[in-house]
T-cell receptor, first 114, second 113 residues
Framework: GENVEQHPSTLSVQEGDSAVIKCTYSDSASNYFPWYKQELGKRPQLIIDIRSNVGEKKDQRIAVTLNKTAKHFSLHITETQPEDSAVYFCAASKGDTGRRALTFGSGTRLQVQP | GAGVSQTPSNKVTEKGKYVELRCDPISGHTALYWYRQSLGQGPEFLIYFQGTGAADDSGLPNDRFFAVRPEGSVSTLKIQRTERGDSAVYLC???????????FGPGTRLLVL
């Protein structure tokens, strides 16, 4: 089955700096890659997603890049703010073409220091 | 509109007892998923419903776990003979038919003493 590796496990940045979180996946048939943000004791919330037919997607301060050949994808947060502090999870699935269940990475705890 | 809701928010039970966890998906969402999240880890898939039927139950850890969705809306996750290792947050998610985006509920925190 699919295996998703995520790193780093913790990341501390100064407010205004950029943060990058990286994930690799094992199943070349995976074609949908969402990123979720989870604050302590709260539900995971989708912040951005990308499908395998594009290499990059941006939404304001957040961007995701995908390298299908290398089977890795990354989350980039620019101009970080204290409210960006949370645990971020990457995930992968086959979407409409197969297994819809998401396989998650182990998470990255991002701390933005004011 | 209203998001995915789950009840109870917290459940404490004793080893060996039976528990039921409920999920109310977003109205109109035909796909419903159950995940389990242990402390410090990402959610792990348990079961996926498309309408009333379980389309994929490959994530259920053993036969103590069972889930139903009799009318294609609300779903109940049932755990028999609970064990301490079942302690986790049980998350439910739903999505529109044909859409990959999954919206999560707040979870039920289960503690087995």
């Amino acid at each position: 089955g699919e295996n998703v590796e995520q790193h780093p496990s913790t990341l501390s940045v100064q407010e205004g700096d950029s943060a990058v979180i990286k994930c690799t996946y094992s199943d070349s048939a995976s074609n949908y890659f969402p990123w979720y943000k989870q604050e302590l004791g709260k539900r995971p919330q989708l912040i951005i997603d990308i499908r395998s037919n594009v290499g990059e997607k941006k939404d304001q301060r957040i961007a995701v890049t995908l390298n299908k050949t290398a089977k890795h994808f990354s989350l980039h947060i620019t101009e970080t703010q204290p409210e960006d502090s949370a645990v971020y999870f990457c995930a992968a699935s086959k979407g409409d073409t197969g297994r819809r269940a998401l396989t998650f990475g182990s998470g990255t705890r991002l701390q933005v220091q004011p | 509109g209203a998001g995915v809701s789950q009840t109870p928010s917290n459940k404490v039970t004793e080893k060996g007892k039976y528990v039921e966890l409920r999920c109310d998906p977003i109205s109109g969402h035909t796909a419903l998923y159950w995940y389990r999240q242990s402390l410090g880890q990402g959610p792990e898939f348990l079961i996926y419903f498309q309408g009333t039927g379980a389309a994929d139950d490959s994530g259920l850890p053993n036969d103590r776990f069972f889930a139903v969705r009799p009318e294609g809306s609300v779903s109940t996750l049932k755990i028999q003979r609970t064990e301490r290792g079942d302690s986790a947050v049980y998350l439910c998610a739903s999505s529109l038919n044909g859409q990959e985006t999954q919206y999560f509920g707040p979870g039920t925190r289960l503690l087995v003493l």
